[in-house]
């Protein structure tokens, strides 16, 4: 089943700042805000991740001369507490293109991607006009799906950029570009 909502809401949401304790973070878009974290050391151009454990001040601000659009992704954790830590890699768009690469994932066999506490995974693909992929997706998780740039089609239902789909009871998630699109995609229990 997929739902769409619009603008993107729920799982994901558009923001510049933030804070949740206990929580994982992970910052994806087309410009990037900069970051003070944890140590108050920190500065991203790339996705990052980190969790709050037991405790964390946190404060992010845009200090680019253009306005600062991303997503910032809160995920509970599968435990309270630990340490708090935060990193960042790149992934460059060539890596992704039409195909989805795992970016954040709590699972232990996934060790090119940035670690989080959590039973969850964040992916993202980079398609062309016309480009199809399909994802495998354990139909008993749940997924949402949103392209940050472009429009694309998924079971038949378009989805446009920064609109968001809820995904539930899908083996197989077949999406088509109908527009040049970066997608991210979100798979939890």
């Known amino acids: 089943m997929v739902v769409v909502t619009a603008p993107s809401s729920a799982m994901l949401r558009s923001s510049s700042s933030g804070s949740a304790p206990a929580s994982n973070i992970w910052g ?15 500065s991203s151009s790339a996705p990052d991740a ?4 037991s405790g964390v001040r946190h404060s ?25 830590f935060w990193d960042a890699r790149p992934f460059p768009r060539a890596e992704r ?11 232990p066999d996934e060790t090119d991607a940035l670690p989080i506490r959590a039973d969850a995974r964040i ?22 799906l949103v392209p940050a740039t472009g429009t694309i089609e ?14 539930t009871d899908v083996a197989t998630l077949d999406i088509v570009a109908l527009e040049d699109a970066e997608i991210v995609l979100v798979e939890t229990v």
């Open 97 to 107: 293109s039409g195909r989805f690469v795992t970016l954040a994932s709590g699972q």
């Open 60 to 84: 992010e601000y845009n200090l680019e001369s253009t306005p600062t659009r991303l997503f910032q992704i809160w995920i509970l954790p599968s435990a309270k507490g630990g340490a708090p």
């Open 123 to 144: 992916m993202a693909a980079t398609l062309q006009a016309g480009e199809r992929v399909s994802v495998p997706l354990d139909p008993r998780r749940h997924a949402y």
């Open 154 to 167: 998924v079971g038949g239902t378009r989805i446009g950029s920064r609109d968001g789909a809820a995904i």
């Open 28 to 42: 994806a878009g087309s410009t990037w805000s900069t970051n003070r974290r944890y140590s108050g050391a920190g």
């Open 50 to 53: 980190g969790s709050a454990g």
